[in-house]
């Protein structure tokens, strides 16, 4: 029948427990079935876009959603497929969906395998900080909002703003090549590009003195964790590399008569060859490691390289006095130490395996110091000599 479909009339009706079918004359295409048992289901007909064909798409059950309700949704469906949408089509591939842990195990770790040298450190990020939020939320259902609040909540636990900023940054790639790449039907939009990234602070660094490089690699020398911990940092004051470089070293890299190691990938996506001291070449001939494994540093527990050393390092530095201090900070000190030398940056930045000059001006600061004590001895060395030949005539 067709009629004004109000909710007494509904509940009338139900409790007559006989078959019918109520058209709303509110709302065209919009009706409810009601069968014999007094249960009724709240339906909406439309045109599948691009055909003749008439479909009809349940909305919800009417002992649950009320008729108000049910006929503003058959609203927004109708109107959906007015304007060339097909909401049937929708609402499936709302459901077959994935969430974002299925995405990131499914799609985004596969992929960061093949293509992306530092992929670890994405997936101990993704697992940590972003899955225990939104791991369980299906794409479409994941917002602007939820991944502020995932931000927000980092700095709240004590992380730096840097740190909170990196999901966001790896979620808007994931987005992005949900979108581009894999092409996931329903996703259309990236909800990471709307959040406000978090003011950093870049110009901080830290430069450890002898002394506290010191008492850094005493600290490490009880550490029970990690067994290559000590030879780990002590490597990365003495060659300025990247950690993950380090974690990752090989022996067939390493051309011990030469002296020199040949990275074949840094995080510039280019090799790099660094000249070895004789201290870490030292240190090389005293790993544990040496006929024993493909790896300087493997893992005693995978026999590969070790994911993350966080609590190990976090242990050191602690009784060290230093829980300030980052691993990354081990690479700013040994430009510092260069610097004091009186090398230049371009030494520098080849030192670093920086691929422009670029990154190494925060150093500049260190180089103009060196410079004026430069600048200073050479008049200190000229005095005498000026004295004499620049005095006031009498």
């Known amino acids: 029948m067709k009629t004004l479909m109000t909710q007494a009339l509904l509940d009338k009706l139900r409790n007559e427990h006989r078959r019918v079918e109520i058209w709303d004359t509110t709302i065209k295409n919009f009706y409810v079935q009601i069968r014999e048992t007094g249960a009724a289901t709240f339906y909406v007909r439309y045109t599948k876009p691009g055909t003749n064909t008439r479909k009809s798409l349940l909305i919800a059950d009417a002992a649950i959603v009320p008729v108000i309700a049910a006929r503003a949704k058959a609203k927004e469906l109708l109107s959906q497929a007015e304007l060339g949408g097909d909401p049937g089509e929708v609402r499936q591939q709302k459901k077959e969906c994935p969430t974002m842990a299925e995405l990131i195990r499914d799609y985004y770790l596969p992929y960061i395998k093949a293509t992306k040298k530092s992929w670890q450190t994405d997936e101990v990020m993704l697992r940590r900080h972003v899955l225990p939020v939104v791991g369980q939320k299906k794409l479409y259902a994941i917002t602007a909002n939820d991944l502020s609040q995932l931000q927000i909540g980092m700095v709240n636990n004590g992380f730096a703003p840097a740190t909170a900023n990196r999901p966001i940054v790896v979620l808007r790639y994931v987005f992005n ?129 070790f994911v993350s050393v966080y609590y190990s390092w976090n242990s050191m530095r602690e009784r060290a006095g230093l829980g300030h201090v980052r691993m990354h900070d ?46 200073q001895a050479v008049g200190q060395i000229l005095h005498p000599a000026l004295a004499s030949t620049m005095k006031t005539p009498e």
């Open 177 to 305: 090549l949900t979108i581009n790449l894999w092409q996931i039907p329903g996703i259309t939009t990236n909800p990471a590009k709307a959040v406000r990234m978090l003011e950093e602070n870049n110009v901080r660094q830290v430069f450890l003195s002898q002394d506290e490089i010191q008492r850094l690699l005493e600290a490490g020398r009880t550490c029970e964790q990690n067994p290559y911990l000590l030879s780990i940092v002590a490597f990365l004051v003495l060659t300025g590399v990247r950690r993950n470089n380090a974690l990752h070293a090989r022996w067939c890299e390493i051309d011990e008569a030469a002296g020199l190691w040949h990275i074949p990938m840094t995080k510039s996506g280019k090799p790099q060859t660094v000249h070895l001291p004789p201290e870490a070449r030292t240190l090389l001939q005293a790993l544990p490691s040496r006929g024993q494994s493909p790896y300087l540093f493997p893992s005693p527990i995978t026999g590969k390289p």
């Open 330 to 375: 081990l690479r700013h000190t040994f430009a510092s130490l260069l610097i004091n030398a009186g090398y230049n940056l371009f030494v520098v930045q080849k030192a670093l395996g920086h691929h422009t000059s670029t990154v190494t001006m925060r150093y500049a600061h260190l180089a103009d110091s060196t410079l004026q004590k430069a600048a």
